[in-house]
């Protein structure tokens, strides 16, 4: 092996990862960049009110992270509550580095990510990338329109499938969850408008979800989650927030 082939090799195995310890459980994260491992290092201080709904999950329950982006809230879910985790991101570099976590930390059998989009109409479709690096966030499916509901030119735009809540309930191809987690950046509302039948099952006891309060489709779909049987509880902007009126708010069923 001369001096070049090693170099290849050496370069092949770089692989950076980061390893957080917490409340007794230790989990890998795969860290490309710095993003990507400030992202993993403020899991548990950027949103501590999605952290905290996580601690009410029971072992054994279903969660669908929508939006999971690297994938911080699912595997820390499904390792932490001992949940049955469906996770869906269409971004193509989040979903592979999701898809390497979910290898790390053995979670095969527990935690199944998904390449797929999540909207208001099943079919074929775009996601329009702000930018093309891992663990961005602030992409769009459908048109190109931002959080704040604003037109933007994106720096590419992939190609992708999506399917609604319903569509995936109602034919069985998921079990019906019990907590529900949508962070997509601008398109909750029709989320929420693809999950109709699932909001009155009985066994959906919880969702977080971000909304703008500068968008009256926002204020809407609040109401409407209100309406299904639900209170809500909204939190402060996360510190990472790009305006300062985006926050999670979330829903837990009336007893």
Not at 41 to 51: H, K, S
Not at 73 to 81: K, M, Q
Not at 189 to 209: H, Y
Request: charged share 20%; net charge negative; glycine share 6%.
């Amino acid at each position: 092996m001369n001096e070049g082939d090693v170099a290849l090799e050496v370069y092949q195995n770089l692989v950076p990862t980061c390893t957080l310890e917490q409340q007794g459980h230790k989990i890998k994260f795969h860290t490309p960049n710095a993003n990507v491992k400030a992202l993993v290092e403020t899991i548990f201080v950027v949103e501590p009110e999605t952290i905290a709904w996580i601690s009410s999950f029971e072992p054994g329950e279903i969660f669908l992270d929508i939006g999971a982006n690297i994938g911080l809230y699912s595997v820390w879910a499904t390792v932490s509550r001992q949940v049955n985790c469906y996770a869906f991101e269409p971004e193509c570099l989040n979903y592979s580095i999701l898809t390497r976590n979910i290898i790390y930390n053995n979670l095969g059998n527990k935690l199944i990510a998904y390449p797929v989009a999540i909207s208001d109409k099943s079919g074929l479709d775009k996601i329009h990338l702000t930018v093309f690096e891992p663990g961005e966030s602030c992409h769009a499916v459908g048109e190109k329109i931002n959080f704040a509901n604003e037109t933007f030119e994106p720096e590419f735009s992939q190609g992708c499938y999506k399917t609604t809540i319903d569509d995936l309930i109602d034919s069985k191809a998921l079990p019906v969850p019990n907590h529900i987690k949508i962070d997509v950046d601008g398109i909750e509302n029709k989320i929420i408008n693809g999950a109709k039948n699932t909001l009155d099952r009985p066994e959906l006891l919880s969702l977080i979800v971000e909304i703008n309060d500068q968008l009256p489709q926002d204020i809407e779909m609040v109401k409407y989650i209100e309406e299904r049987g639900f209170k809500s509880e909204a939190a402060p902007p996360s510190v990472l927030a790009p305006i300062g009126s985006i926050h999670n708010v979330v829903f837990k069923r009336r007893g």
